[in-house]
């Protein structure tokens, strides 16, 4: 949190602070993503215009997570530069533009608008390593480390008749 009260902004100063961050925990289609265990630095860069505030956060960290094919911990670099505006007297329909969400009062909650900022910038599929082999469909094996007996390997013409087989059966 950053009292912005204190920091007695005249029109036209900026202050640039190093704000250290406890990330909360992201949790994204039920699953969750961490911060690193330590705080985080934030820079935040605060501006007080003649109508209002311009916020702006600039911050780097790694999130940790379940990789999406083989479930093992992936670890995914992020970086954010995000902007808030909170006008001093916002105009009625003009909320969104106006309106800092992670203002209460004179409190800018960093963490929070941290946390939202980087589920802006995750990849839509989080995964250990591009060239992630997952698991195998069958028998749950982790083919990043070890071979299975079940695996007639992708586009296999024998797998492929089988399933031929399959759909003819259930389709008469
Ligand atoms: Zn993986
Ligand atoms: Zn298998």
């Known amino acids: 949190m950053i009292d912005i009260a204190q920091l007695r902004l005249e029109p036209g100063v900026e202050r640039s602070l190093d704000v250290p961050v ?4 992201i949790i994204i289609g039920g699953v969750t993503y961490s911060g690193p265990a330590a705080p985080v630095v934030a820079r935040v860069d605060i501006t007080r215009l003649i109508s209002g505030l311009l916020m702006r956060m600039r911050l780097s960290s790694t999130i940790l997570g379940p990789c999406h094919r083989c479930l093992e911990e992936a670890a995914v670099p992020v970086s954010i530069d995000a902007r808030e505006y909170q006008a001093d007297h ?4 003009a909320e969104a533009e106006e ?3 992670y203002l209460e009062g004179d ?3 960093v963490a929070t608008w941290a946390a939202d900022a980087i589920v802006l910038t995750l990849p839509h599929k989080i ?5 992630c082999a997952g698991l195998c469909p069958s028998c749950g ?3 990043n480390h070890e071979v299975c007996a079940c695996v007639p ?3 296999d013409d024998r797998w492929g008749a089988l399933r031929g087989l399959l759909k003819d059966d259930s389709e008469g």
């Not at 995964?127 to 060239?131: A, F, G, N, S, W």
Request: proline share 8%; hydrophobic share 30%; glycine share 8%.
């Open 90 to 93: 916002p105009e009625k329909g």
């Open 127 to 131: 995964l250990c390593r591009e060239d």
């Open 141 to 143: 094996t982790n083919l």
């Open 153 to 155: 390997a992708e586009g």
């Open 22 to 25: 406890a990330l909360p925990d």
């Open 99 to 101: 309106v800092c969400d």
């Open 107 to 109: 409190d800018l909650d």
